[in-house]
């Protein structure tokens, strides 16, 4: 089922930003690591409302106690890993619950371009959830990147913003198959971000990841 909604580029982009400030993610600087690195997870020491943290590699998944000060950091040891954030017990000015989720693809830095990877694609299992339906990382610049988006499990027909690596912001939507699209035109960090009220919460996401220039390399 998918269920829509319409808003505007401020709200849109506003409320995920407010509340990432809330919380204190900070923007990630890279997302490429070279193995065996320890992935700090870009939130302040003293977050508030962690409620869960998760890495999936291609080892397995690992559910942190989001709640430890400072949290677990896990070793990156593979090609590639999805790491993600869930904040609860959070409420908006006018009362309203809302439960913020953060993403972040990290890829391993070969020097090469490296193999799409599945880890990039696959649902995580978080409340509300962006869903890449192409590994953006291998891509070069100009290609079109496809996604779902995702609150309680299911598909959602939104508004969603992409903020490009110059700092561009597009307001996007998804079709009425509920994909999305950005035509990722930049090399750097990408963050994609959108909200949606169901059942009385409101719902926000944000995924971040990062492109590389390959004809260049």
Sequence with gaps: MLIGVALGLAAQLGVPLALEAKVGVAPPTHLWLAERTDFVYPLAAASPAKSQAIWRSIEGQDNLTASETPMPTPVFTTRVA?????????K????????????WLVRGDPG???EPHN?????????SEIRLL???????????????F????????????VVKP????ESRHTGPNGIGMLSM???????????????????????FFESKNWESN
């Excluded at 006018?94 to 953060?102: E, L, S, W």
């Excluded at 192409?134 to 779902?148: A, I, N, Q, R």
């Design 150 to 161: 995702y609150v309680d499990g299911e598909a959602v027909r939104t508004g969603f913003t």
């Design 185 to 207: 035109d930049q090399a750097g960090m990408w963050a994609i971000r959108f909200q949606q009220p169901f059942q009385g919460t409101l719902y926000t996401s944000t995924l």
């Design 119 to 127: 880890i990039a694609t696959n649902k995580i299992g978080l409340k």
């Design 166 to 169: 110059d700092g561009t912001v």
């Design 134 to 148: 192409m590994d953006p990382t291998p891509l070069d610049l100009g290609s079109d990147v496809p996604m779902k």
């Design 92 to 103: 908006l000015e006018d009362g309203m619950p809302v439960i913020p989720t953060v993403q």
């Design 112 to 114: 090469h371009r490296p």
């Design 82 to 90: 999805m790491a993600a954030a869930t904040f609860d017990n959070l």
